[in-house]
């Protein structure tokens, strides 16, 4: 389970292509798996390669998106955990 004051960190292999600035691409060179974000996606995605928790990309997208915090932090688990089942990301502490 993921927790909000964990560092979650890009696996290095994953390359990004923004389209746009509405939507990404990552692209995992060592799987060949690919995963598309939507622009809240994206949004996370670019938190996350700047080092900040979940808790505070659930924070920070308050502020952005007209979004209850119920559903912010859903969305930011729910995303987190699927980078992670991808290997798109990794838990940078236990």
């Not at 990004?16 to 598309?36: P, R, S």
């Not at 920070?60 to 930011?76: C, H, M, Q, Y």
Request: no cysteine.
């Amino acid at each position: 389970m993921i927790r909000l004051d964990q560092h979650i960190k890009p696996d290095p292999e994953v390359v990004v292509t923004e389209l746009d600035g509405k939507e990404a691409v990552l692209l995992h060179l060592g799987t060949k798996m690919y995963f598309t974000l939507n622009e809240t996606g994206l949004r996370i995605w670019q938190m996350l390669s700047n080092g900040l928790t979940p808790g505070e990309i659930n924070e920070r997208l308050l502020t952005e998106f007209d979004v209850s915090p119920e559903r912010a932090k859903e969305g930011v688990l729910h995303l987190i955990h699927e980078l992670i089942q991808e290997k798109l990301v990794k838990v940078a502490d236990g």
